[in-house]
Structure formats: structure tokens, C-alpha cells
């Protein structure tokens, strides 16, 4: 029993940080948006309240999660070479 408890925790404990992690990335991209004013176009916007929809949901679905912030990644990325 104390070995299976340790397995359910350790992988819970990986799932937290992975959550954390992706949670850390869209905030970063979040704070890049703000910086350089590209939080305001509708699209990004819509794109980080999707992000953030599903990093606060409960479970997370970690594979949506991720696509979502690649997402998110992906349009200011977009933005950044338009305004250049």
C-alpha cells in the first residue's frame, strides 16, 4: 500500500508541475502582450481567455491546455513579425 501511495503521489505531483508550468509560460507570454500592447487585439485576447479558461479548470485537460497556449504562443509570435 505504501508503494502505491508513493506512485499516486509522485504522479500527482508531476501533473501539478506541469500545470504550474504551463500556467507560468501563458503569463509570461501574458506580460510580453501587455508590454508591447498586443493584449488589446481581439484575437490575443480571446486566445489568453482560453489559455487561462482552461489552466483554472478542474481537472485541467493538459493536452488542451498545452494547445491553447501554443496557441496563444503562436498569435504573438504572428503579431510581433506584423508590427515589425
Known sequence: VGRAM???QE??????????????RVEAYRAKALATGAADR???????AMARDELDRRPVRMPVAAQLVSLYATYL???SRESS
Do not use: K, W
Not at 504522479?11 to 507560468?24: I, N, P
Not at 481581439?42 to 489568453?48: D, G, K, V
Open 6 to 8: 508513493t506512485v499516486a
Open 42 to 48: 481581439p484575437e490575443i485576447a480571446r486566445a489568453y
Open 77 to 79: 509570435q504572428v503579431d
Open 11 to 24: 504522479a500527482y505531483t508531476s501533473a501539478m508541475h506541469d500545470r504550474d508550468e504551463l500556467a507560468g
